[in-house]
């Protein structure tokens, strides 16, 4: 299974970003999906993450910035983020729980992708 982030990059605070995170190989179905995001120095933090039957869950320090969306027949989750303050500088995961046969499931992460947001 391989994860491909597309999205991340520099932008003023008060701006918007979309991140993007394609799952493909050979698997079932995905479960669940979602982004983390790591900022320097600090532990690797949930973000949003969002079920295959669309229920979804955000940090507290997002809700109502950002919102998480799939595209299940793409194997696709994307990151809506709006409002962007510095804080939210970070190194974004994403994250996907996958099916890979009838009784074994995988955990997956992408590669990474920069968000920058200049004060």
Not at 36 to 56: F, H, I, N
Not at 60 to 81: C, E, H, P, W
Not at 105 to 112: D, K, Y
Request: glycine share 12%.
């Amino acid at each position: 299974v391989q994860l491909v982030e597309s999205g991340g990059g520099l932008v003023q605070a008060g701006g918007s970003l979309r991140l993007s995170c394609a799952a493909s190989g050979s698997f079932v179905r995905v479960n669940l999906m979602g982004w983390y995001r790591q900022a320097p120095g600090k532990q690797r933090e949930l973000v949003a993450a969002a079920t295959s039957g669309g229920t979804t869950n955000y940090a507290d320090s997002v809700k109502g910035r950002f919102t998480i969306s799939r595209d299940n027949a793409k194997n696709t989750v994307y990151l809506q983020m709006n409002s962007l303050g510095p804080e939210d500088t970070a190194v974004y995961y994403c994250y996907a729980d996958v099916r890979v046969s009838l009784y074994r499931s995988t955990e997956n992460w992408g590669q990474g992708t920069q968000v920058t947001v200049s004060s």
